[in-house]
């Protein structure tokens, strides 16, 4: 097995500090993903963001912009990766929200702030806990760029970071060594590693078995409305041409003109050339984008009189890496007068009134049937009422029938304040699977299968949590049966509270800055009393409270801390009808250094970190009879190491 994926890792001037290997998690929809540059002034867990003045000296922003996503292109042209360009809505990085798709921001987000002096960058892979800092890098603000470090260099590096790529140690030629180089593209072996996780890029489903090439073999695009045809493609290669047909009706009182329009801001960083030809061959509209921070194109033309036969050909236009990648293309026949509608790039979840609420008539979702590490399984449901289950049928193609794998699941909300949701996992006999909550947060809900089995059917139930802000909205639910080390908490404290009563304060020491993962459980109780957490910094201000109920899966809370001394309080809710325990798990996802260190005085260790020096009661699933810890050090969890943590149905 391979180290549990961690969260984040960082990119140094010098050498290599021999960090664990961390990686290997692909992204769960990486056709589908996107990157926004955060304006300055937007929150890091560093304070506050300062890319366009760091960068700024280096060259206009257009300039420094299209190096950064040269960078991130230069990868995703291997593989089905697509990287839509949006705005960046200015929540602090790290906000409760979805780790792909989110509407407010890219899931990759460009930020710079103060790092420590001997790291030029750091960057976040997807993490199964579903955190929006996930594919977030941050450029050391104190550090110049474009003189002395060239940024498409550091970015081509920390790319590789984003999409789950550790530190390349076998001595071949890499662009992610773990020291600063400069670099002009990738190596060999970087590709390879890059489609062991995401595969070699798929032709679009026009192309069919001879492809599209030619004028001789075009594609017909499908109607989507009576007066739109659109196809949703992909120019997969420098070579690939995609071209396409179609029929304009006779000029008659309600045709004005033929608009075809190229569709890929936000959806890919390719740079299209458009050119329309009717039925003799000649180029009637043409257009071309060499811009990937904008590369829509539209096109006008009259048909005349009689309309016509006409032909669409789509190539790259930049004649480098922004030559590849998705796009949709429509053909609208608009009336006097009439409006284009904008091309949507949203993906919506789908209904399934009830047809899918119970066991026995569970969709199936098909498995990823390549040789590749992609997700098994991805789809997008909708909640759509309160009482809406949707089930899942997943199983894995990826190992030999009765080998041991971990089964991850997240579920988080699509929309802007989203369905809080929740899973359920049953085996093929139809019991219940126990589950450890990797979070269950605001719209986001993860979990894993410790002991699956591949080769066996697994159903997954999604539905409003109890106690949900909102019970209803759309949701992305993302299944992974792996052989990565899971994830481990550490217990840290248990105890029990009384009714109305708090705790006396804990301390929590945290030997080095980095972003945690906290857990709080509450059991032994009568279902539905509380207890709440507060944990307050050495100031006596308040960081963060959690609040879990007897019955209901523990609550998490993903927080950067820096080092230094916490104060945690546990209050049993004044309604709680007795008392009740409660159990605290931690696990850092963030390594040693990074991605968000300060400390430059404590290197990682090339062994592995100690355990935490308290309470840790054991091999038991439950834990809420030891008394309470009045102090534990938290320094980093060791990897395999018994948790303790609450197992949940
Ligand atoms: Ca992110
Ligand atoms: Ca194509
Ligand atoms: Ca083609
Ligand atoms: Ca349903
Ligand atoms: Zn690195």
């Known amino acids: 097995m391979t180290p549990a994926p961690k969260i984040g890792s960082s990119f140094e001037y010098l050498e290599d500090r021999a960090l664990p290997s961390t990686f290997g998690v692909p992204w769960a929809d990486p056709e589908h993903l996107t990157l926004s540059f955060v304006n300055d002034g937007t929150q890091t867990p560093l304070g506050a963001s300062s890319l366009a003045q760091l960068l700024g000296s280096s060259g206009t922003s257009a300039e420094w912009k299209r190096e950064i996503l040269r960078a991130f292109q230069t990868w995703a042209v291997n593989a089905n990766i697509n990287i839509g360009l949006v ?104 590709i390879e590693h ?76 390719l740079t299209a050339k458009v050119t329309v030809y009717d039925a003799a061959g000649r180029a009637v509209a043409s257009g071309a984008s060499t811009d990937p921070l904008s590369n829509d194109i539209t096109l006008t033309f009259n048909p005349g009189l009689l309309g016509g036969n006409y032909t669409i050909k789509v190539e790259g236009a930049s004649g480098d890496v922004f030559d590849v990648g998705g796009y949709k293309l429509a053909v609208d026949f608009l009336s006097i007068g009439g409006a284009l509608s904008p091309i949507t790039t949203a993906l919506t979840g789908v209904l399934d009134g009830h047809t899918d609420d ?69 085996d093929a006999a139809g019991s219940a699977v126990a589950f450890q909550v990797l979070s269950n947060d605001r719209g986001l809900f993860s979990v894993q299968v410790l002991n699956a089995v591949a080769g066996q059917d697994y159903y997954i139930q999604v539905s409003a949590r109890e106690g949900a802000a909102k019970t209803t909205g759309g949701y992305f639910i993302a299944a992974d049966f792996n052989q990565l080390s899971p994830l481990v908490f550490d217990a840290v404290a248990s105890g029990t509270t009384a009714p109305g009563a708090a705790t006396a304060g804990e301390t929590l020491q945290l030997d080095e800055a980095g972003v945690f993962q906290f857990a ?130």
């Open 520 to 649: 709080l459980g509450a059991q032994a109780g009568a279902a539905g009393d509380a207890v709440t957490m507060t944990v307050y910094d050495e100031d006596g201000n308040v960081v963060f409270v959690l609040t879990a109920r007897v019955g209901q899966p523990p609550v998490t809370a993903t927080k950067y801390l820096t080092a230094g001394k916490y104060t945690v309080r546990y209050a049993g809710a004044t309604t709680n009808k007795g008392a009740v325990g409660y159990g605290l798990f931690m696990t850092q996802l963030s390594q040693g250094v990074g991605p968000y260190a300060t400390s430059t005085s404590a290197p990682a260790t090339s062994t592995a970190p100690s355990r935490p020096t308290t309470p840790s009661s054991s091999s038991s699933g439950t834990s809420t009879s030891a008394s309470p810890s009045p102090s534990y050090t938290y320094t980093s969890s060791s990897p395999g190491q018994s948790a303790g943590y609450y197992y949940t149905y």
């Open 358 to 426: 119970v066991l026995a008539s569970a969709r199936v979702l098909q498995a990823n049937t390549g040789a590749d590490a992609r997700f098994d399984a991805v789809y997008r449901g909708v909640i759509e009422d309160r009482f809406d289950v949707d089930t899942y049928k997943v199983r894995t193609r990826g190992f030999a029938p009765g080998d041991a794998v971990t089964l991850n699941v997240l579920v988080w909300a699509l929309d802007a304040n989203g369905v809080d949701p929740r899973v359920r996992v049953f």
């Open 194 to 269: 890059l489609q062991e996780l995401y595969g070699t890029r798929t032709p679009d489903a026009f192309e069919g078995t001879g492809g599209n090439n030619t004028a001789a073999r075009a594609s017909a695009i499908p109607r989507n409305s009576v007066t739109q045809l659109l196809a949703t493609a992909d120019i997969s290669s420098p070579s690939d041409v995609d071209y396409y047909k179609f029929t304009a009706p006779a000029l008659t009182s309600w045709l004005s003109n033929v608009t075809v329009r190229l569709k890929a801001a936000g959806l890919s960083l």
């Open 87 to 190: 705005s960046d809505g200015g929540q602090a990085l790290g906000a409760v929200g979805a780790v792909q798709g989110d509407t407010r921001f890219g899931d990759i987000r460009i930020a710079a702030a103060g790092l420590s002096p001997d790291v030029l960058a750091s960057a976040a892979p997807f993490s199964f806990t579903g955190s929006t800092l996930s594919g977030d890098v941050v450029l050391n603000a104190n550090v110049p760029f474009g003189s002395v470090y060239d940024l498409y260099s550091v970015l081509l590096h920390e790319a590789g970071h984003v999409f789950g790529l550790d530190h390349e140690h076998d001595g071949h030629a890499s662009a992610i060594h773990a020291g600063y180089e400069y670099q002009t593209g990738l190596s060999a072996e970087d």
